[in-house]
Nanobody, 121 residues
């Protein structure tokens, strides 16, 4: 059975840290590009990090660069997002994503269920 389950999230004070994780089953995360997205109240989706499938290159927007770190553990079929020095504007629902396009152009796209991160004193 194919699943992509998120864990982590919660309430944290400004300046604090949280770690989010997603574990896949039924597919191998190693062959996928992976990323984290978030949606703040009343706003659209924002990509906050990704790792390319082919070269492992990472990307962070300026809003989180230096504070967020994406990683993957292929042996555990897991991806994570370490968030430090959290700010109130990081409050959002966070989603993990795994995406792969085969040489035949077939796309596989999986999303976690979302987890709430609230930064507040």
């Amino acid at each position: 059975q194919l699943q992509f389950v998120e864990s982590g999230g919660g309430l944290v004070q400004p300046g604090g840290s949280l770690r989010l994780s997603c574990t896949g089953s039924g597919f191998s995360l190693a062959s996928y590009g992976i990323g984290w997205f978030r949606q703040a109240p009343g706003k659209g989706y924002e990509g906050v990090s990704c790792i390319g499938a082919s070269d492992g290159s990472t990307y962070y927007p300026s809003s989180v660069k230096g504070r967020f770190t994406i990683s993957r553990d292929n042996a555990k079929n897991t991806m994570s997002l370490q968030m430090t020095n959290l700010k109130r504007e990081d409050t959002a629902v966070y989603f993990c994503n795994a995406n792969r396009i085969t040489g035949m152009g077939e796309e596989f796209d999986y999303w976690g269920q979302g987890t709430q991160v609230t930064v507040s004193s």
